[in-house]
């Protein structure tokens, strides 16, 4: 079967940086995606990576390594506003998107 | 002011009754999903449809119907049958292009009661 592994939970300090894993077990692969979901609210577009290598997009940047089936989301300077679950999805050979549960991270002052 | 709409963002019903969601974008995308979200999973989903006139059943799709009659509009109706239709449920639109990113509506919490 396919399947994404993220932790389930993580926490960080405001400021900070913290690296949030996502492990790929798919039918083919055409592209990974890391999206934010504040609670109670829909998930947004933060990141595309279709290639092996680091996409930077100001305080983030996601990697892709697709020999390993892995991803990371780094997160520089962490501020209270990132609190949030941050979900990896895998576009697999049939172009459907498999997604992970999610990492539910907290932010302490 | 472009985007893709879902009212209401709480609906509650009672069991046995049917419900219809309402999905809206003027993104001008061909591709609509239908996903459903319970705390502690992944999106699972439901219905798609890559273009007017067309869709295709997704992981979970007994107890749910849809239809795309037009390309702005792409409603769920969650019936009787669903044996545990209080979720969220979140409509997304394909982008299309390279990444063929999906972008999300801010969803409607369904209750049933």
Known sequence: GQNIDQPTEMTATEGAIVQINCTYQTSGFNGLFWYQQHAGEAPTFLSYNVLDGLEEKGRFSSFLSRSKGYSYLLLKELQMKDSASYICAVKDSNYQLIWGAGTKLIIKP | ?113
């Open chain 2, 1 to 113: 002011d472009g985007g893709i709409t879902q009212s209401p963002k709480y609906l509650f019903r009672k069991e046995g009754q049917n419900v219809t969601l309402s999905c809206e974008q003027n993104l001008n995308h061909d591709a609509m999903y239908w996903y459903r979200q319970d705390p502690g999973q992944g999106l699972r989903l439901i219905y798609y449809s890559q273009i007017v006139n067309d869709f295709q059943k997704g992981d979970i799709a007994e107890g749910y119907s849809v239809s795309r009659e037009k390309k702005e509009s792409f409603p769920l109706t969650v019936t009787s049958a669903q044996k545990n239709p209080t979720a969220f449920y979140l409509c997304a639109t394909g982008g299309g292009g390279d990444t063929d990113t999906q972008y999300f509506g801010p969803g409607t919490r369904l209750t049933v009661l």
